[in-house]
């Protein structure tokens, strides 16, 4: 299995091809594509009256030394700091809406790992994976560009989160742990 470093890597080439300069036409920042209510979750954006708009209208924390989309975004080491704790932040939101209990079922013939629970989430948050989950996989949940939930839960699968669940072993009569008696 992959590491969480391994994930934050792919998980940045998804989102912006890895350019910690990037913004989009709907002005989520840097190479994790990071949107006002995320960065107000991790303490760098004040909150204002509409945290889904992303015009940081609130004003920046100071945390970590960044003070403006632009320090933001000029600083490697702070976006790949602030993903380490967004993926750790992420996993409280699924384990506390009780959707950690799916990690490696099948649902909507598509296995849910922890890291592709992480990657549904960071792209449409944690109500969009539990509608994927109440819906069996037929909810048809895509981000503003038509970038499908499924998607990211199929190519972000497979990588190792140490804080998350681990995959159970089914144990065998073969590798010598089942019961042949």
Do not use: C
Not at 98 to 106: K, P, Q, T, V, W
Request: net charge negative; hydrophobic share 40%; proline share 3%.
């Amino acid at each position: 299995m992959q590491t969480l470093n391994a994930f934050l890597v792919a998980l940045r080439m998804m989102e912006s091809g890895g350019d910690y300069q990037a913004v989009n036409s709907l002005n989520f920042l840097g190479a994790y594509q990071f949107g006002e209510a995320a960065l107000t979750d991790l303490g760098y954006v004040r909150l204002d009256s509409d945290a889904l708009d992303n015009n940081y209208s609130g004003g920046w924390t100071g945390k970590n030394g960044i003070d403006s989309a632009k320090e933001f975004l000029a600083s490697k080491k702070v976006q790949d700091k602030a993903a380490e704790a967004w993926v750790k932040l992420m996993w409280h939101y699924i384990e506390s809406e009780n959707m950690g209990r799916y990690a490696y079922s099948e649902v909507g013939g598509v296995e849910l790992t922890p890291s592709g629970m992480l990657g549904a989430t960071h792209l449409l948050g944690t109500y969009a994976l539990k509608e994927f989950i109440r819906s069996d996989g037929t909810a048809d949940l895509r981000d503003p560009y038509g970038m499908p939930l499924v998607s990211y839960i199929d190519r972000l699968a497979g990588y190792d989160i140490p804080f998350a669940p681990k995959p159970r072993r089914v144990a065998s009569a073969s590798d010598g742990s089942g019961d042949d008696s």
